[in-house]
């Protein structure tokens, strides 16, 4: 049996989209640790596996269509959020055209949401948390056996669609096997702020406990929610599930055993527990990596938890602000005050862990020129090197989408696919499309283009691949 993960490059004429989140086309490449946790299940259960990463090194159609016309796989598996969903059904057609007795399976965000949109007679859906699915479906359908007692799946049967029940979250993330990082070329990923390669991430905990309304979590994250809600009382969110400390230290030694020097923490709030954290630092502190994570600022307030991770090789650490405005913190249900952003900031630079400001303009209709300028103003205060700023996007299966719908924010009836850090899809009746799109251009030439700002970035360029790193980034963000 052999199973290939298939990342076709760009085939809708738009830029590759990033699928880790889900939400935006890629500012640097990482390697997709959900594929790789299910390339190790696959192998357990005796396939061969290949990841074939074809936006990588910037293949195209032709590359793809090579590819396929040589290839030998029963199954090919597809990764798939909102924004390369057409990508991925092109390709499906492609294999359709040149591997005609092969399977397709979908997993991830849009097809979890959507199933009806990628089920046929040859293409079946995995829902929402794809692990134990995938490890029961995958050698059923190469073997052409019946699929009507897999959880969790959504399948063609006697001509009809048919959706299987949803299968239970996991609650012992524990039990899965690492990712299978030997199916990746270490040296083609790179974060620009973290100047150790190679590179990689890690997943540590799954879920999150808050409720933003616009919240489009990681991936797995977001498709194990929307599958959950479909049938959870009230659509609550599934609950927090973290990997113990002395699993999460495990890998970490496995992959500097593999030769990486830093790795991102891709939990969309990896502070759950102080003690757990405590025991993860300590455990760090002795491998002498670089590394960086994201954390809501109410969790970083504690000075003992900062101090442990700085001393553990923590470099930077992303915090979601989204506006300096305490009105639209509640209005978009953040339970956030304004003041624990200044302190979480403070907190950081005193042991000297950078902070990354991510900032939503638009979010609701409280939203103005005058809070965003003081949202910006107050970002440049502060004094950091990175702040992501996106306009606040209504994608698919977010609370914010249907009240966008409902109040006529859209400016179509349905999302469509747009890049975020330069375009709206919002228009309020006294902040425009045209607005939004203004204030973002206006808001990165205010914090990138100050000349201390570009100074202090050039003293701290460690090296030329380093200075290259950073520059590819800036492209993507600044790019037309």
Known sequence: MKATFLIPPPLDGALAAERIFGCNYGIYPSPNIF?????????????????QDLTADGEDREDLIGFLKTDDSDI??????????????????????????AKCIFLATEPTGEPDAFVD??????????????????????????????????WMSGGRIVHNPPRAIIDDLDRLPFPDRSL??????????????????????????????????NSL????????????????KPPVRMRSAANVLTELRQ??????????????????????????MAGLKKLDMEWSCL???????????????AEAGCAFIAIGVESFNQAILDYIKKDLKVEMVYKAVANLKKYGIEPELNILLGSCPLETEETINHTVREAVKLNVDYTLISVCTPFPNTEFNRIAKEQGWMIEPEYRAIDPIKQSFISYPHLTKDDLERLIRKAYLKFYFRPSYIAKRLRRVKGMRDLWNKIKAAATIFRG
Not at 221 to 236: N, P, Q, V, Y
Not at 255 to 279: A, M, N, P, T, V
């Open 35 to 51: 594929i790789l946790i299910l390339a190790a299940i696959l192998k357990e259960e005796g396939f061969s596996v290949l990841l």
């Open 76 to 101: 090919y598996i597809f990764y798939t959020v909102f924004l390369s969903k057409k990508t991925d059904l092109m390709a499906r057609d492609l294999i359709r055209e040149h591997r005609p007795g």
């Open 121 to 154: 007679s040859n293409s079946i859906v995995v829902r929402g948390e794809p692990d134990d699915t995938i490890r029961e479906a995958a050698p059923k359908i190469v073997k052409g056996e019946d699929l009507s007692a897999v959880l969790g799946i959504s």
């Open 184 to 217: 990746v070329d270490k040296n083609s990923y790179h974060n620009p702020k973290l100047s150790r390669l190679p590179f990689t991430v890690l997943m540590a905990s799954r879920g999150c406990a808050y409720r933003c309304y616009y919240c489009v979590p």
């Open 221 to 236: 994250d977001f498709a194990r929610e929307i599958e959950f809600k479909k049938t959870s009382l009230g659509h609550k």
């Open 255 to 280: 992959i500097k055993k593999e030769g990486y020097r830093s790795f991102f923490i891709l939990d969309d709030q990896f502070l759950w527990d102080e003690k757990r954290s405590l025991e993860i």
């Open 295 to 309: 954390a809501r600022a109410n969790h970083l307030q504690n000075e003992e938890i900062i101090k442990a991770m």
